[in-house]
């Protein structure tokens, strides 16, 4: 994948899951939610920020300082400037949370499963499978940044044995989906239930006018990975988090 095209990705996934406040640093985007969801409590790095990166650093600090909260950054291969990880690397900050960004092209070729439902915001049912997967200080947070997404999403449900055994979000950045919230509820495991979530949200993506399908998954989750590979989706970026540890208060 060209630059461009991933830069245009990255962008889309900042689009798709909003935090609940933001600044602009130039062009650097400040994000803060509270909670436990790193990519909504980091700065996203994808433009000059118009000043001395080491200035739009200090900004940045500053802020999470004001909120009680450690700085944190999201490094992507699209960073802007391409030298920021080194920088925050000298100043403490640590590496954390290694993760891939996969994208597969939509030729409109995959079946829409039968047992697929659509729905335009998350209900009960859908977020407490969804719930099922993610820790309780990113539990805390998720229904507002969710009830944040932009309005063209659907959040898809795959109903085995009477219940939402499965969910995923899609939301269109058109010619780019970007694919959130990928869970399988504990008790339905095994049964093919994420497969079936992917399928219905390739072929809705597909549909609505998408030609790229991205997501970011960690990079150590070796049966997610295996997933996507089967589905299609191919390495075309990486990321992680650079995380500034507040140190404690001198007795």
């Avoid at 909120?67 to 100043?91: C, E, K, M, Y």
């Avoid at 997933?227 to 992680?240: C, D, E, I, S, T």
Wanted: net charge neutral; glycine share 6%.
């Amino acid at each position: 994948m060209d630059q461009t095209t991933l830069l245009a990705v990255e962008r889309a996934a900042i689009r798709a899951w909003p935090a609940l406040e933001t600044r602009d640093i130039g062009g650097w985007l400040w994000r803060y939610s509270a909670g436990g969801s790193q990519r909504a409590n980091s700065v996203a790095a994808l433009a000059d920020p118009g000043l001395d990166p080491e200035a739009a650093i200090d900004e940045a600090e500053a802020l999470y300082a004001d909120r009680g909260a450690r700085p944190q950054f999201q490094i992507t291969d699209a960073a802007n400037p391409s030298d920021l990880d080194a920088r925050l690397a000298r100043r403490g900050y640590r590496f954390n949370d290694p993760c891939t960004t996969l994208a597969a092209d939509l030729n409109g070729n995959t079946v829409m499963p039968a047992e697929a439902v659509f729905l335009r915001r998350a209900d009960a049912e859908w977020f407490e499978t969804y719930a099922s997967v993610i820790t309780a200080n990113r539990k805390a947070v998720a229904p507002q940044i969710l009830a944040r997404v932009p309005a063209e999403a659907v959040f898809v449900g795959i109903r085995l044995g009477g219940r939402i055994a499965a969910t995923t979000l899609v939301v269109l950045d058109c010619p780019v989906a970007i694919v959130e919230c990928v869970a399988t509820h504990p008790d339905a495991r095994r049964q093919g239930a994420a497969r079936l979530a992917m399928y219905a949200a390739m072929r809705w993506a597909n549909d609505h006018g998408a030609r790229i399908m991205a997501l970011g998954a960690v990079a150590a989750n070796a049966p997610a990975q295996a997933l996507y590979a089967a589905l299609g989706f191919r390495l075309v970026g990486r990321y992680h988090m650079r995380i500034k540890d507040l140190r404690e208060p001198e007795a």
